[in-house]
């Protein structure tokens, strides 16, 4: 093992898989820096929340840097210009995302300078943590190893809360994807930077860097740039899915992250190395994030990490590292345990976005037909949640909804080892996902028919007491007409009776009258003037009859 | 368009398990054969071809394909386990009956694969003695001790054109567990009925060798994890346990753990048959209670009950309760309190 890296009590997580790494084939060459494109398509969703809204308009002249997206909401983000140039569009375009729909997006045609802003590098230690927190919004600081959850939530260490362990994330435990390794290799003390602004602004006491063994040359970077101070480089047994933040969390400190709760409830936070990197660049340089370390790996013609800019078409980075070979079948976007298909391939890279993967035949051939589940239990002995996938599998099948939350279906984290391993290949994943969905479209539908069934409640009480009070003032105006010798016979019931029926022929009456011919609605004036013509000729032709007969 | 994970582990499939599992029984069926005579391969075969024809006549009828279901193993799993249950050399028509219980009434009556409540061996095994216990008690001698013993085309002669001139005392005998239960039953001390060259070194001439490879191709399930260690642990302690509790109550009556553990079924049952995923528990604490009480009752029949061998019954009985034990013994969810686990 590399020195310098600290050897440190490890607890193994339940579950996991070993499937094959694929690593080296990236990472022969260093990371390099994409050209510049013509143009960029830059979403304004790039991160886990409200989308960001737009602050330029067609013709804007932008800056590398310059603010595009405003952070709307709290759990949001900003979003900038990846380059100089002019807002050619601000429309809906094909992003990556497993739906394959549409998002908005701001176009961006590139003037070929690349200016940037002004960059304005943080005080970070004499900064108010509030003002901080704010800056690191703004400048579109989010999560990098996938989930992009916006930064300055989880740098908020809270009023009360403790968190003493920072972990940085350098597992990379998804096959074929080796962003972080190249990063921790080329740029370990900027890693470390950032992570120093990290333990400050959560008061950290420790900072832990968990990597995994399959990963020597970024161990020993990261333990040469970590030789002096007290970060604790740990070289992490690989196992998929190791670097899942809980997952990690319990490797390396033994603390059990509870089912429902995040991993500060245990006093840990997690980042990914590359979101370190770009907080680096945020505080140091005072660049807003505006490119990110893509790997581009597969069936490529050179496979490699290549540091990119946010809005780049993906295609155009494929061509980047050789392009697809022939017999390429597809793109992945992200690993192949958790990643989903690329439905589209001109579809920007985004924040989220780590990597390319270009599958084949040989790599990724065609899933056999799945065959009945023979209850194995190799998914319940892979899985990391300790779920019991099959049984999960059953009740999702089956509809059994409620069964599977009683059998923990929000736990599941979509690994994807227990699809994995299954010998039967049932793509169980999927049934899980399709369970969550419909769970959460019943709960929608179960409060907006409780909302509905509450109005229907309050408006006949409404109509019920509306009744009540107008036979009470009928009777009232009875009882005073019988007072005052008006209408001797009139009882207030029949009264009562004679105004809604009155009320009941008025109605009548109104409702026939407001009843239109709905289909001669809006016509267009050519149409409207030939229907008044048909019109014309009927009222002649009438009174032609009427004459003639008479 | 299915979803994340692209890939899937190599080499895992159902058939890769089930040949798995066949090949485990091969040692078994090798010293069979070295001690028992070529019968064996005949009973194999024969349950091999019904087990493929109900197979097939179910999957049309069901209108499935028969590709993917024919070729992955599960009924060329369930056939060896029956004929490997069955005395070898009984007429044809006797494990034709066997298949067609175990195969048509217990796998595809309840769904196919997968779907079976009931192990369909064992539900084969139960059929056939209860309806002709006489055949099921005639186990051919070890060759060693048989007046003859019939090479390979008497025994196909014996298997289709039924006994014919030989009479069957001249090949077969009472196994030892039938054999203690008689005498035992009749009066006669365990231990002193134990001497009888029948019972061998361990418990049983020939068979106990057949244990022993039933035995080392269930290690090698284990260590290719087709299985894990709970059920088999579980059974044969059990097994073990139970045994041992009842000889030192009444050592005159009753047989030691040894004798148990290599006599009938028990080395098959607790490696190839309690262990068949889909009619066992799956949770690690419901295979412990599962097998555990399996064996139990496995001796608690021998030792009590109308026939000779408990396995299958008690192989039966705890398939009942398999999703009750399930139900019960989920394991807790990584990050959840053991008493905030709601109940399934």
Known sequence: MATGVVARRLYRFPGGVHPEGHKSVSTATPIAEMPLLPRYVVPLRQHIGEPASPVVQPGDRVLRGQLIGRPEGYVSVGVHAPTSGRVLAVEMRPVPHPSGLMDLCVVIEADGEDRAVEPTPLDWHRMDASALRNRLREMGLAGLGGAVFPSFIKL????????????????????????????????????????????HMLCAEEVLVGIEDNKPEALACMAEAAAGSDVEVVAVPTVYPGGGGKQLTYTLTGRVTPSKGLTTDVGVQVFNVGTAYSLYRAVHLGEPLVSRVVTVT??????????????????????????ALPGATGEVIGGPMMGFDLHDASAPVTKAVNCILVKNA?????????????????????????????????????????????????????????????????????????????????????????????????????????????????????SERLESGAVANDDP??????????????????????????????????????????EARRQQHASAAQTSDT | MPGSPHITAQHTSVRSVMLKVLAALIPGILVHAWFFGPGIWVSLLVCTVFAYVFETLALAMRNLPLKPFLTDGSVLVTAWLLALSLPTLAPWWLYAVGMLFAVLVAKHLYGGLGQNLFNPAMVGYAALIVSFPAYMTQWPAPMDLAGHTPDLLESIDLVFAGQGAVSPDAYTAATPLDTLRTLVRAG????????????????????????????????????????????????????????????????????????????????????????????????????????????????????????????????????????????????????QAGKDRERP
Request: hydrophobic share 45%; charged share 20%; aromatic share 8%.
């Open chain 1, 362 to 478: 040989e790599h990724f051939p065609p899933k056999p037909p799945p065959l009945p589940c023979i209850r194995c239990g190799e998914c319940a002995r892979a899985c990391p949640a300790e779920l019991q996938p099959y049984e999960l599998y059953w009740y999702a099948r089956h509809r059994d909804f409620g069964k599977t939350q009683s059998y923990s279906l929000f736990d599941c984290i979509e690994c994807g080892c227990c699809s994995y391993v299954c010998p039967s290949h049932i793509p169980l994943v999927d049934f899980y996902r399709f369970a969550k969905s419909e769970i959460w479209a019943r709960e929608r539908e179960k409060q907006a028919a409780d909302l509905a069934r509450e109005r229907h409640e309050f408006r006949s009480y409404r109509l019920a007491r509306e009744k009540q009070e107008k036979a009470e003032r009928l009777a009232k105006k009875a």
């Open chain 1, 493 to 534: 019931e029949a009264a009562r009776k004679k105004a809604i029926l009155a009320a009941a022929i008025e109605r009548a009456k109104q409702a026939r009258a407001a009843v239109q011919p709905k289909n001669v609605d809006d016509l267009p004036a050519d149409k409207q003037r030939e229907i008044d013509a048909i």
């Open chain 1, 298 to 323: 597969g069936h490529v013609g050179s496979p490699r990490s290549l540091e990119v800019r946010l809005g780049s078409p993906i295609a155009e980075v494929i061509g980047a590292a050789g392009g």
């Open chain 1, 156 to 199: 908020n260490p809270g009023a009360k809360r403790q968190i003493p362990i920072l972990i940085l994330n350098g597992a990379e435990c998804e096959p074929w994807i080796t962003c972080d390794d190249m990063l921790m290799r080329e740029r370990a003390s900027e890693i470390l930077m950032g992570a120093q602004v990290m333990r």
């Open chain 2, 188 to 335: 006669g001390d365990a231990a002193a009925v134990m001497q009888e060259p029948v019972f061998g070194h361990l418990g049983a001439r020939g068979q106990e060798m057949v244990a022993l490879m039933y035995l080392l191709g269930g290690l090698l399930l284990l260590t290719h994890r087709v299985i894990s260690w709970h059920i088999p642990v579980a059974f044969l302690g059990a097994v073990a346990l139970t045994a041992t509790g009842l000889h030192l109550l009444d050592a005159s009556r009753h047989a030691g753990p040894l004798f148990h553990l290599v006599a009938g079924g028990t080395m098959l049952g607790a490696f190839f048959i309690l262990t068949d995923p889909v009619s066992a528990s799956a949770t690690p604490r419901g295979k412990l209670i599962y097998a555990g009480l399996a064996g139990f009752l496995t001796v608690i029949i021998r030792a009590f009950g109308g026939y000779p061998d408990g396995v299958a019954f008690a192989v039966l009985l705890m398939n009942m309760a398999v999703p009750f034990i399930d139900a019960h013994t989920q394991p807790r969810v990584f990050g």
